[in-house]
């Protein structure tokens, strides 16, 4: 075993321990403390959690990579993700969380269902149901990537054991053990990807703040860029056009405002005050990571192009080879690197050069490899891999989460049996839990080929389909039932129909006006708003007390009809 | 609370949101892509202006209009005497 492979296990395994002793000092009792922590948390915890929450296997192992080597080798275009996937957060914070918690429920559901009517619970449990199915199996997927190609363990072995720590605090601890493994988590990721990025910007720059650094080497990359036929790193609209640079960003905003298992963790914060709070911490932690991203990226496409361009295969440097073994560096089209133009070297370069590429270096292995390319040593390897694992396991269970109260509360007890109790309702919800677990353990083993594609359109479907009923819920007292459910449905259908007509994966047509499925879903979203304002102008307005709830949602302070709606009563 | 503070709240309340999103929009969309082309020709400190706000002026942005949004709406609650907040989590 390799000096680089002893650090790894090492680290994974007392990080592993690490969350297994949080989850079992954390275990809970009951259904508040299972679905919402007993409301509890307090703020920059539960901003933490938020923020291991959010950020996935694909904001720590992918998103420096689509920045970096994204389409025409240009830096820009993935500011896409970088303020799409940010700035959902103040609308977050500004329209949502506040107000939500007030409500207090246990799901997105629960306040779609109590605010506008039972169909429209049952429409929101599928949504939620299926954008986080398609979002676990995409984390799972990530574990066995980490455990493949840095342990060298077989991946279904990964997601195996990925699966059973998941298992054992999700069903053990609920809501409370998540959020309290997902604060170590957040510690762990964000060490591990600040450590290497702030000493690669020392090395390269002498600057060790990532964040500033990145300023020093853009001329010298966009004059590179440009010498090896790719556009200038820094050029606008090489990827995407204007246009399509608008919506993409607004579908990720809107939809980052409408993922259910993001809006759920306002209900965990103690109150109204602390759900504000824990906005702020989640963004401020967030933006940690977000910030020293594409300082990552270009750091590492600096290295790329002045160290792999040019060298011949046994020269390049032993990632190099490591990558390549797995399959993850290869020729153009996942051919075998092959020396093409007989130059004896191995070119990587850009479509606007007369010189043939003969590299292709996979997305998600630039932030795995950047210790090695920025040549640290190997525990700060190790490091970066546990940090891996801890991005993809706390969504992985903040999904999972959403998934188990979404049957446990949604459908069981409100629908198939009201009158259980506390102690089976729980069971429910575990039972839940662990079928979900083995369900997303089954697509991480065999992930349907589309999860990749689904992943990033799952926001166009959030945003088209969940947004615009929450906040027309909350800031229109006039909105009525029939409008959300028409506006949801009508969102949802009309943003999938685009996508499965243009997604090269099913039809591949052209689309209109040339707008990417991955920004349609703001279409779509306009479109709802459309549906549900003018449906809501020509059917039965909400009760009188169900406008004077929506009234004292308002008010971050105690209201009686809010406590009434408490205790059960119907304001329908 | 009566009715009148409570309309008074809101209004406030909706003000605030209304400013914030504002510059929200405009960092963004408008810095970060809208005129992202002129504000390249500016320089500093090695970032093209309209590109640093891509990748992190509207990212520090976003985190100062929270701080500004929590601290105002705190202001306002003391203002209107807002001390108990609901504590409950409620399940029907």
Redesign the interface.
Known sequence: MSEVQIWTFGFVAVTFGIYIYVAWASRVKD??GFY?A??GIPAPANGAAIAADWMSAASFISMAGL?ALGLNGN??GG?TY??GW??G??LL???LA?YL??????TIPDFVG?RYSETGRMVAVLCAVVVSFVYVAGQMAGVGVVFANLLSVDRNIGVLIGMTIVFFYAVLGGMKGITWTQVCQYTVLIIAYLIPAIAVSSKLTGIPVP??G??????ELNTLSVELGFHEY????AQWN?MN??LI??AL?FGTAGLPHVIVRF?TA?????A??S??WA??FI?LL??TA?AVASYAKLNILKNVNGAALADQPSWFHRWADVGLISGPGGAPLTDLNNDGVLNFTGALSSVPTEIAINNDILVLASPEIGGLPAPVIGLVAAGALAAALSTASGLLLVISSSIANDVYHKKINPAADEKKQLLVGRIAMAAAILVAGYLGINPPGFVAEVVALAFGLAAASFFPALVLGIFWKRCTAAGAAAGMITGIAVTLAYMAWTLPAYGGGDGLFGIDPKGFGTVGMLINFTVTIVVSQFTTKPSAKMQALV?EI??????DL??K????ADLH | ?DDAA?QE??RR?LRL?AV??TI?ALV??GA???F??AL?TIV?????L???F???G???T??A???I??WR??RL?AEFG???????????
């Not at chain 1, 820094?234 to 609209?237: D, P, Q, R, V, Y």
């Not at chain 2, 500093?44 to 093209?48: E, K, L, M």
């Open positions: 259904t508040a919402v007993g409301g920045i830096g820009y500011s970088l303020m940010t700035g957060y103040v914070a500004l329209l506040p918690r007030k409500f207090g429920k246990y109590d964040q500033v990145f300023g020093r080497i853009l001329e820094t050029a606008a609209f204007m640079m608008v960003t607004a905003m209900y103690k109150n109204v005050r602390a504000r709070y906005a702020l963004l401020f933006a977000y910030t594409p009234e308002r008010f971050p302070g105690r209201t809010v406590a709606h408490a205790e059960g | 609370m409570r709240y809101w309340n949101m914030l999103l929200w963004s969309f970060g892509i809208l992202v082309e390249n500093i400190a090695g970032f093209p309209g590109f640093w891509a990748q992190q509207s990212i520090i976003f985190v209009l929270i701080a949004y929590v709406m705190d609650d807002i001390d108990a907040y609901e504590q409950e989590v409620h399940h029907s």
